[in-house]
């Protein structure tokens, strides 16, 4: 759909990122991003801290950037960061195709 895209609309460009692959990357190889907590969210209460959500800052964990939830439902800023370095140059893994955002701007010469 993304090159169909490209082709019929010759005055834009269309990248497509896959965030759902770029965070099991996170997940499948954590200890390479610095991740030593996968299950466990953060902040919350009960199993996995995500039956009860975070309702205060005295709930959070000490070390947040070592989790990989922040919430039940929230990945970390650390998670978020490196999601956003793939969308920008693919330095982790390849996410977006046909290319990633610098390419992107590279070739059009403007953001």
Request: charged share 20%; proline share 5%; aromatic share 10%.
């Amino acid at each position: 759909m993304v090159w169909e895209l490209n082709r019929d609309l010759p005055d834009g460009k269309v990248i497509f990122c896959d965030v759902f692959e770029g965070s099991m990357d996170i997940m499948k190889n954590h200890e390479r991003y610095g991740f030593e907590v996968t299950s466990d969210a953060c902040c919350g209460l009960g199993r996995y801290n995500g039956w009860i959500m975070c309702l205060s800052p005295e709930m959070a964990c000490v070390n947040a950037s070592s989790h990989i939830w922040w919430d039940q439902f929230h990945p970390t800023d650390a998670v978020n960061a490196i999601l956003a370095d793939n969308v920008w140059n693919g330095s982790h893994t390849n996410m977006c195709y046909p290319m990633n955002l610098e390419q992107m701007v590279a070739q059009t010469g403007r953001p």
